[in-house]
């Protein structure tokens, strides 16, 4: 094991946030065949794995997606910039939520008939967001570290991985409760019409 150390753990939290991204300009305006989206996610987002072997995306999640209708439906054999930036929303979503509340926000988006441009506008305030988010994690493991011994061991190692997932976990419950208002206000609004 690793010695756990406040020096190593900085580069541990720096290694997990700084991690590449795939941002809406880097996906072209041209319609792309499939073997070119996964390049480009493998490419823009395969240092986010937590394993070489694991996959950014694969053909049979994405023809999943568009069975499930999560993205819109293709003309032809490729992928409109649109869709791919739905793959993209889908992906970002996915280690945390349920394929079904993915595809309530999806669903939702789509019928209110948010495209390219809407798409790229959520990430762009993502974008502004996640830099607060990586500013306040600093802030909170400061504050947890200061419960600790300068050379962890591992029950101290442990406690800090449980709290870290208490976090996770908070923001999985609040998300959560924000497709249930939100989407299922909506969708009662329809049903009642």
Known sequence: ?????PKNLEMLIQSAVN??????????DLDLY??????LFEDKLGDTRRREKDKIVTKSMVNNYSKERMIRPMKGKKYTREQVLQILMICS???????GDIKQVMTIL????????GLEEIFSTNRVNQQKVKESISHILSALQDSYTDEMDTVEVVSL????ASISGYCKRISEALIDNFFAAEEKTKGGK
Not at 1 to 5: E, G, R
Not at 34 to 39: A, P
Not at 93 to 99: A, E, G
Not at 110 to 117: L, P, V, W
């Open 110 to 117: 789509m019928e209110n008939g948010i495209e390219a441009k």
């Open 34 to 39: 499939i073997d070119q989206i996964l390049m």
């Open 19 to 28: 991690q590449s991204c795939l941002e809406p300009e880097q996906i072209p």
């Open 93 to 99: 979503l996915k280690n945390m939520l349920s394929i």
């Open 161 to 164: 991985i449980l709290g870290l």
């Open 1 to 5: 094991m690793m010695d756990m150390n």
